[in-house]
Each structure stands twice: as C-alpha cells, then as structure tokens.
C-alpha cells in the first residue's frame, strides 16, 4: 500500500531542522524539505513505525511498517507482508494462505491504485498550526489518486504525529507512533518459508 511510503517520508521530517516561525514557507522551501526526506527514506539505514488507519469510519487497521529502500514489511491485525524488493509474500492467517506478488504490484492492497503517489503532482508548502507544524501537499489539476496530504509534526520535537490523506470526497487519517530510524538487517525482509509450510501458496505475479 503507498500510504505506507508516505507515513515514512513525513516520518523522516524529525530528523530535519523544519522551523515554522512564520505562518507560513515559500513552497519552493517546503519543496525542497519533501525532497531530502523522500529520499532521506530510501537510504541504507532503514525504519520503522506504528500506524492506525481510520478511513472515514468504515474501515479501520493498525500495524506496524518496517522500510528499507525498495523492500518492506508490514503486519496488522489481518495479514503481514515480506517484501524483498523481488518478490512479495502476502501471508493471511485466518484463510491459511500466502499469496505471491511482484514487489511492485498493486494488487498486494485491497486499495490499489487509491494512494498511487507522483511527487511532480503536488504543490507544497508548510504553516504552524498550534503546537503543529503542518507539511501541505496539494494535488495539481488532473490529481486522480490523493487529492491533499497534511502530515501533522510536534512543534517541539518535530515528530510527527499524524496524517490526513484526501481520497477523492472522504479523509483518510492515519496516527504516528513508535517511530524509529535505527538501522535494519536485510533478513527482517526475508519471507519465513518454513513458518508458513502448512499454508496454501498462491502465485499471482503473472496477474496484471
């Protein structure tokens, strides 16, 4: 799910000295902030985050994300996933199944297509709100996915907190926590084959 890449890029805000002394930042600034903390996410030292998903009331998750570079691993109450950077493993408990992507499938997300995120597509700017500060991404004329993220970062220890993620007319709302930036070993990324032995395997990677 890409919601997954954006709550590590705004994660890494904390480690950058954003001030919001001023109500507001020129967007080429704020810009120019996104930017080192994109690719601030893509570096060797991995990282990991607690997240609550609320979607509108309807559909509600939380989980933990582990991110390095191109690979990934996430587990929530309903399924977990191994991700190499190859090869994704999408293992479901209750169904006794793991199903097998590409790692850049979108099919790995029962959402798909629905947080698709292009950098180029946004405007961007920051403000102070409260004891916040706010990091603005408007979607450009013709957006289709995410039409606006706010990512919400303590004032005072500039960790963040918070997203608020705009699907077409509903809010997505996403809370923070247990951030961490230590290095990752590249085994947490390695599917556990045996653990899952007794499980149906299903490949979809010839699936579009």
Same mark, same amino acid.
């Given at each position: 799910?890409?919601? &997954?890449?954006?709550?590590?890029? +705004? $994660?890494?805000?904390?480690?950058?000295?954003?001030?919001?002394?001023?109500?507001?930042?020129?967007?080429?600034? $704020?810009?120019?902030?996104?930017?080192?903390?994109?690719?601030?996410?893509?570096?060797?030292?991995? $990282?990991?985050?607690?997240?609550?998903?609320?979607?509108?009331?309807?559909? &509600?998750?939380?989980?933990?994300?582990?991110?390095?570079?191109?690979?990934?691993?996430?587990?929530?109450?309903?399924?977990?996933?191994?991700?190499?950077?190859?090869?994704?493993?999408?293992? !479901?408990?209750?169904?006794?199944?793991?199903?097998? +992507?590409?790692?850049?499938?979108? &099919?790995?997300?029962?959402?798909?297509?629905?947080?698709?995120?292009?950098?180029?597509?946004?405007?961007?700017?920051?403000?102070?709100?409260?004891?916040?500060?706010?990091?603005?991404?408007?979607? !450009? &004329?013709?957006?289709?996915?995410?039409?606006?993220?706010? $990512?919400?970062?303590?004032? !005072?220890?500039?960790?963040?907190?918070?997203?608020?993620?705009?699907?077409?007319? +509903?809010?997505?709302?996403?809370?923070?926590?247990?951030?961490?930036?230590?290095?990752?070993?590249?085994?947490?990324?390695?599917?556990?084959?045996?653990?899952?032995?007794?499980?149906?395997?299903?490949?979809?990677?010839?699936?579009?």
């Amino acid at each position: 799910m890409k919601i &997954k890449v954006l709550l590590l890029i +705004f $994660a890494w805000a904390l480690s950058w000295g954003i001030q919001a002394q001023n109500n507001s930042v020129s967007s080429r600034q $704020a810009r120019e902030v996104f930017d080192e903390v994109y690719q601030k996410v893509y570096g060797p030292q991995g $990282a990991s985050l607690h997240y609550k998903v609320d979607i509108v009331g309807i559909y &509600k998750t939380e989980g933990t994300i582990w991110y390095k570079g191109k690979k990934s691993r996430y587990q929530s109450s309903n399924s977990k996933s191994w991700n190499d950077g190859v090869t994704a493993y999408l293992v !479901k408990d209750k169904k006794r199944t793991v199903e097998i +992507f590409t790692a850049t499938s979108s &099919k790995q997300s029962r959402f798909g297509d629905d947080f698709k995120f292009e950098s180029e597509n946004y405007t961007y700017q920051m403000e102070s709100d409260g004891d916040d500060i706010v990091l603005i991404l408007k979607g !450009k &004329k013709g957006t289709k996915s995410m039409k606006e993220i706010r $990512a919400y970062l303590d004032k !005072k220890t500039r960790t963040p907190h918070s997203l608020r993620i705009k699907v077409a007319f +509903f809010w997505v709302t996403v809370d923070i926590s247990n951030l961490k930036s230590d290095g990752l070993g590249d085994e947490i990324f390695v599917f556990p084959r045996k653990k899952y032995s007794t499980y149906e395997f299903i490949d979809r990677r010839d699936e579009n």
